[in-house]
């Protein structure tokens, strides 16, 4: 069993950074791989990006490749998701998962926290 609670968001104008994170309690996490997903009013939930379980490979959606960066700290138990150049298209609540195969489809994650809204004023 794996809880997670993202933490992180908030207004922040086009240009700017942010920094999203989610810690993780219960068992095993370090054994996970760990996702961000994003879903703004109207649209599906969408993959952002995508860490394996030692944190040696990453993906990224082609939406946020070069602006966004995922990271993991298994000894604190979090993943992180740093955001550079953001956009008012970036808009949305930012989830975070894990799962046991680093896939872009959220119906293969098996944990999700409740989510922290990211906004992107122009």
């Known amino acids: 069993q794996v809880q997670l609670v993202e933490s992180g968001g908030r207004l922040v104008q086009a240009g700017g950074s942010l920094r999203l994170s989610c810690a993780a309690s219960g068992r095993t996490f370090s054994n996970y791989v760990m996702g961000w997903f994003r879903q703004a009013t109207g649209k599906e939930r969408e993959f952002v990006a995508a860490i394996s379980w030692s944190g040696d490979r990453t993906y990224y959606a082609d939406s946020v490749k070069g602006r966004f960066t995922i990271s993991r700290d298994n000894a604190k138990d979090t993943v992180y998701l740093q955001m550079n150049s953001l956009k008012p298209d970036d808009t949305a609540r930012y989830y975070c998962?894990?799962?046991?195969?680093?896939?872009?489809?959220?119906?293969?994650?098996?944990?999700w926290g409740q989510g922290t809204q990211v906004t992107v004023s122009s």
């Open positions: 998962a894990g799962g046991r195969l680093m896939l872009v489809a959220a119906t293969t994650y098996d944990y």
